[in-house]
T-cell receptor
């Protein structure tokens, strides 16, 4: 019940295209859903995050869509660029009282954007 | 402001050897975390420390110990390394319970032969 399942494992997109990565969770207590971006040889860095009281959050070319009833959320990268080539991780956490900040990560998606 | 730093960057051990991975943060964060990253498995939490003087187990604590030496430093120790502990290890920190973003270090790539 603590799992977060992420797909696809890898993704190849042409420059200018839309990249879509999906995640699903089981634990309805999760109430914070971040996406992390990781470049080769580096640590992950927060890209964008959403809380379940909204269905969508947009920051530049990056959008999170959230479907609470289906327990699914996705990352959309519009106008994908070669510089977006990286590994993307979704994650989930419980914020509330006694929040330890522990993140449950998905398996990761390696994105390659071809010029 | 260096953020989260980790040493060493790379390490090769033989089965049964011990070592300590070091982590330090200069952001005055309360919480610190150790993760391991393995292909196809994402990042899995090994141990965490919600504040100075406290530590607790994560998803995969077996074979590891931790020490929260002070507010800045959080070390991870492998007492008797095994090939299954070959992985990339990341340390992270978080400001406090009202602020969820975790800041990650650059990682330590460990190989156990």
């Amino acid at each position: 019940q603590q799992q977060v399942k992420q797909s696809p494992q890898s993704l190849i997109v042409q420059k200018g295209g839309i990249s879509i990565i999906n995640c699903a969770y089981e634990n309805t207590a999760f109430d914070y859903f971040p996406w992390y971006q990781q470049f080769p040889g580096k640590g992950p860095a927060l890209l964008i995050a959403i809380r379940p009281d909204v269905s969508e959050k947009k920051e530049g070319r990056f959008t999170i869509s959230f479907n609470k009833s289906a327990k699914q959320f996705s990352l959309h990268i519009m106008d994908s660029q070669p510089g977006d080539s990286a590994t993307y991780f979704c994650a989930a956490s419980i914020r509330g009282s006694g929040n330890t900040g522990k993140l449950i990560f998905g398996q990761g998606t390696t994105l390659q954007v071809k010029p | 402001n260096a953020g989260v730093t980790q040493t060493p960057k790379f390490q090769v051990l033989k089965t049964g050897q011990s070592m300590t991975l070091q982590c330090a943060q200069d952001m005055n964060h309360n919480s610190m975390y150790w993760y391991r990253q393995d292909p196809g498995m994402g990042l899995r939490l090994i141990y965490y420390s919600a504040s100075e003087g406290t530590t607790d187990k994560g998803e995969v604590p077996n074979g590891y110990n931790v020490s929260r030496l002070n507010k800045r430093e959080f070390s991870l120790r492998l007492e008797s390394a095994a090939p299954s502990q070959t992985s990339v290890y990341f340390c992270a920190s978080r400001r406090d319970h009202d602020y969820n973003e975790q800041f990650f270090g650059p990682g330590t790539r460990l190989t156990v032969l």
